[in-house]
């Protein structure tokens, strides 16, 4: 079951249940298709507020971590660029 967003929320691989023990079965394509085999670690946070869960893989975090980094980087250049026009413009008017 694809989803109309897949680059924003991903593909559905189906649904699952809380065990009594608080135990949750991954989907067999799901754990095909991601690489999930006996033993992967992984972290939980919270998404969507309290409403779901976000599963990583341990391994993949350094990958997230120098995405989020290079992200930040550019959002920084973009944020020096914008306040020196806006202080160019300012001593321009002033």
């Not at 990583?56 to 930040?72: P, T």
Request: aromatic share 6%; with cysteine; hydrophobic share 40%.
């Amino acid at each position: 079951m694809e989803q109309g967003h897949k680059g924003l929320i991903g593909k559905c691989f189906g649904s699952t249940t809380v065990g009594p023990r608080g135990q949750l079965v991954i989907p067999v394509e799901a754990r095909k298709e991601l690489g999930l085999d006996v033993g992967t670690k992984l972290l939980v946070f919270s998404h969507f507020g309290i409403r779901g869960l976000i599963f990583v893989k341990v391994e993949a975090v350094g990958q997230l971590l120098n995405i989020m980094s290079r992200r930040l980087d550019e959002f920084a250049k973009v944020l020096k660029e914008t306040e020196t026009a806006d202080i160019r413009a300012e001593n321009e008017g002033g």
